[in-house]
């Protein structure tokens, strides 16, 4: 079982150098399916989906491993800001909060689990904003 698992993440390092990212992203999307609790391959198939703008095939990867993971799993922090961030950019900043927080209990310099205080300063921003402009 591992070792199938390892053979496929060197698989998906001779395709990223071949510049295949679709067929590499294919590989750690099954690497994530078949071992949601691999936390390398799911932050690798989180980090390329962001980067190539695939924000649904970012959460969708999300929805499937989460219920997987625990919080005493070490990686559980990871998981959670990956999860904050696939639903920040999807828009659904409801879900996204307490995953952000929920991260920076466990991680406070975990980048991605900061996304909850950017959204609130911008929601503050936004505010003024209006309030600013009502009243011209």
Request: hydrophobic fraction near 40%; aromatic fraction near 14%; include cysteine.
């Amino acid at each position: 079982m591992l070792q199938d698992q390892h053979g496929l993440a060197v698989s998906t390092s001779s395709t990223e150098a071949a510049a295949s990212f679709d067929r590499t992203l294919t590989i750690w999307d099954s690497i994530v399916t078949e071992y949601p609790t691999d936390v390398l391959a799911f932050r690798l198939a989180h980090f390329n989906n962001f980067w190539l703008g695939r924000r649904e095939v970012m959460l969708a990867s999300v929805k499937q491993a989460f219920p997987k993971w625990g919080r005493d799993m070490p990686g559980f922090g990871t998981v959670l800001s990956c999860r904050c961030f696939a639903y920040e950019e999807c828009g659904d900043y409801t879900t996204a909060e307490p995953s952000g927080w929920a991260a920076l209990e466990i991680d406070p310099a975990d980048f991605w689990g900061h996304m909850p205080s950017l959204m609130s300063w911008k929601c503050k921003v936004d505010s003024a904003k209006a309030s600013t402009y009502s009243q011209s």
